[in-house]
């Protein structure tokens, strides 16, 4: 059956040329073309669509009103931002309503790649057997609402770092736990940091937004009886995968709206085994007993003990919360990234290596080609092979630092 792709664009040229360039895909999808907000809902009340794709700027109803709109009646269908704009705030505002932003013009093999994704994501999250496994689920953990009030905030035109630091230091919970992290040897900070604002200074707003998250959601389940599961072991091990997957993005040249998504991909990658050891602790349990007495594979048990995996189940509460695609993408397919049809170095690509090496005990007594879950096959379909001696240098590296530190 063909998917049907909806693009809205005020500019008719625009759209005729995305016809051509797409015309490759007639066999594959249904494309229909609106040159308005109100055209476009209109499009959607007669016709389900799977994917829009909008402009940013159009008179009357803009791209982020639109995608608020469609958001709302509509929230199985996949929203892209596709705009020639680069206004800081317009960008910020239509990340909240968009899976995914793309700069104009934007190569056919790109968009091309994009929709693909996003079908291959929905495709595992729409199975019935996950669907099944999550409402028997009593415990998924809601989004932090110190998150929501700091992205709330950022959508003000009169937003400050000074603003979200004086939000986290309301929370005394989070502002201690934060202050922690941030004088801890994950991150190296060569000074005494003593206040959420000096935090959000060094940080950065985005590894903030990502601390909040994680800790919100890891605190949920602090008083909670896991068997299996260190959750200690659990957050610092996601956060040694988002920091390296921070530098590893970053060494590979990526933009900062990259590096962010493979950052917070990194630290939350894993919240599934705390929602199975929280909600399942007998199953789950016997799933790394199982692992450990047979030396068998971790996503496999998860599938025969339970009917779906920690990383399908962290993918979808992340889905639920409305986070863009390529952060979903990562925790989905970070144990099996060759599932993922995109054939260059995403924020996947990032957290899958920093994950496969964060687990490796000793990296200099194991042999280069030998490194356990490394799927070099994975790496050669990307042209990435000879890159991952690189990778391995900037991760034994921040192991020192972090030694030196500690």
Excluded at 32 to 41: M, T, W, Y
Aim: charged residues 25%; glycine residues 6%.
């Amino acid at each position: 059956m063909k998917k049907n792709i909806l693009f809205v664009d005020d500019e008719p040229k625009i759209l005729q040329g995305l016809m051509r360039m797409l015309r490759s895909m007639r066999n594959e999808w249904e494309m229909h073309f609106a040159e308005s907000g109100a055209e476009a809902l209109k499009i959607l009340a007669n016709r389900p669509m799977d994917v829009i794709v909008s402009d940013m700027r159009m008179p009357g109803m803009d791209g982020v009103e639109l995608l608020k709109e469609v958001a709302r009646h509509y929230p199985d269908v996949a929203r892209i931002i596709l705009s020639g704009h680069s206004d800081k705030e317009m960008i910020l505002k239509s990340s909240m309503r968009a899976h995914q932003y793309l700069s104009k013009p934007c190569d056919a093999q790109v968009l091309k790649s994009i929709i693909s994704r996003i079908f291959a994501i929905r495709e595992v999250l729409q199975q019935d057997s996950l669907k099944k496994m999550v409402s028997k689920i009593e415990s998924l953990p809601s989004l932090p609402s110190l998150y929501t009030e700091i992205m709330a905030l950022m959508e003000s035109p009169e937003s400050s770092v000074k603003e979200v630091g004086k939000i986290i230091e309301k929370d005394l919970g989070m502002s201690t736990k934060i202050l922690q992290l941030a004088n801890s040897a994950f991150f190296g900070i060569p000074k005494h940091i003593s206040s959420p604002l000096q935090a959000v200074n060094f940080l950065g707003l985005d590894t903030i937004k990502s601390l909040v998250i994680t800790i919100g959601i890891f605190s949920t389940f602090e008083n909670v009886k896991l068997r299996g599961v260190n959750i200690k072991e659990v957050m610092g091990h996601s956060l040694r995968t988002g920091l390296i997957s921070k530098e590893l993005s970053k060494f590979e040249g990526m933009e900062n709206s990259f590096i962010d998504s493979a950052y917070l991909a990194g630290f939350l990658h894993d919240i599934g085994k705390i929602i199975f050891a929280a909600n399942m602790p007998d199953k789950y349990q016997d799933v790394f007993r199982q692992m450990n007495n047979k030396n068998a594979d971790l996503l496999e048990l998860e599938r025969y003990l339970i009917g779906t995996t920690h990383a399908e189940i962290g993918a979808y509460l992340l889905g639920l919360w409305g986070f863009q695609d390529p952060v979903i993408e990562a925790v989905l397919f970070h144990h099996d990234p060759r599932r993922c049809p995109a054939n260059e170095f995403t924020p996947l690509t990032a957290v899958y290596v920093a994950n496969v090496l964060d687990h490796v005990d000793n990296l200099h007594s194991v042999a280069e080609d030998s490194i356990p879950g490394l799927d070099y096959d994975y790496l050669e379909k990307l042209g990435l092979k000879e890159k991952f001696c690189e990778w391995q240098t900037i991760y034994t590296q921040m192991k020192k630092r972090e030694e030196c530190n500690g």
